[in-house]
């Protein structure tokens, strides 16, 4: 028997594609598997992505989260187990929760810009619609105030955020670019993908982000919290400081 062709993850190319078609590959129960994905799986920190799959019928299908499969290369979609799933080789329409998305989206670029405002090592994160955190190794004491003026100031300049691949050799002889003490990038593949906003911050992330920092809007630090004699944790949401 083949193996099963890898899920293509469209996401990665394409993070503002609400809508795409697609062809179910696989049913397990509440799992549907579809060749090709705009839908985020849950990993770094970013949850998994919400919608519906359309049959040709009408038929709608909810997808309440997207997950890895056992293979990383499989993108899980999770329906409600109770109501029927889509046929094996039918064809779907598959539509982002967009609204939701798109917050994760600048969310996830904020957290990117905050590591670059605080020079220290990342020891966990995690991101929503609403918030996002990113917990630090660092023993100095961190200015709720200072930190949120200059992110603030960051996201203002509204500088350019760009998606590209660098070689496993590249991401070897500059192991400064990996921020995050707990979690490596994978490797071995040839090539790592990583996000470059412009001279600011390049590092590896297999996350969806937005185009521009302008885009992200005005963000409040709504505290900062000893979590360890060398852990802060900074806690972020959207609005407007003033």
């Given at each position: 028997m083949h193996p099963m062709p890898p899920t293509e993850p469209l996401f990665r190319a394409e993070p503002y594609a609400r809508t795409c078609e697609a062809q179910v590959s696989a049913v397990d129960g509440d799992a549907v598997?579809?060749?090709?994905?705009?839908?985020?799986?849950a990993g770094g920190g970013q949850p998994g992505d919400t919608g519906i799959l359309r049959a040709d019928d009408g038929t709608e299908f909810a997808v309440r989260d997207?997950?890895?499969?056992?293979?990383?290369?499989?993108?899980?979609?999770?329906?409600?187990?109770?109501?029927?799933?889509?046929?094996?080789?039918?064809?779907?329409v598959a539509e982002l929760d967009w609204e939701r998305r798109y917050r994760h989206m600048r969310?996830?670029?904020?957290?990117?810009?905050?590591?670059?405002?605080?020079?220290?090592?990342?020891?966990?994160?995690?991101?929503?619609?609403?918030?996002?955190?990113?917990?630090?190794?660092?023993?100095?004491?961190?200015?709720?105030?200072?930190?949120?003026?200059?992110?603030?100031?960051?996201?203002?300049?509204?500088?350019?955020?760009?998606?590209?691949?660098?070689?496993?050799?590249?991401?070897?002889?500059?192991?400064?670019?990996?921020?995050?003490?707990?979690?490596k990038p994978p490797t071995g593949q040839g090539r790592v993908r990583v996000i470059d906003v412009e001279d600011i911050d390049l590092q590896p992330c297999g996350g969806t982000h937005v185009a521009r920092t302008g885009e992200i809007g005005p963000v409040i630090v709504r505290k900062i919290e000893n979590k360890g004699r060398h852990n802060r944790r900074v806690t972020l949401t959207f609005g407007d400081p003033s």
């Open positions: 598997r579809l060749d090709r994905t705009i839908f985020y799986p997207t997950r890895k499969g056992t293979n990383a290369d499989d993108i899980l979609h999770l329906i409600d187990p109770d109501s029927p799933a889509p046929a094996p080789r039918s064809r779907v969310m996830h670029t904020c957290l990117h810009l905050l590591s670059a405002v605080i020079d220290a090592p990342v020891t966990g994160g995690q991101l929503s619609a609403d918030k996002g955190r990113l917990d630090f190794d660092v023993d100095r004491k961190l200015e709720k105030l200072a930190v949120q003026d200059e992110l603030n100031a960051l996201i203002a300049r509204d500088l350019p955020v760009a998606a590209r691949w660098i070689s496993d050799e590249a991401l070897a002889v500059q192991p400064e670019l990996v921020k995050t003490m707990r979690v």
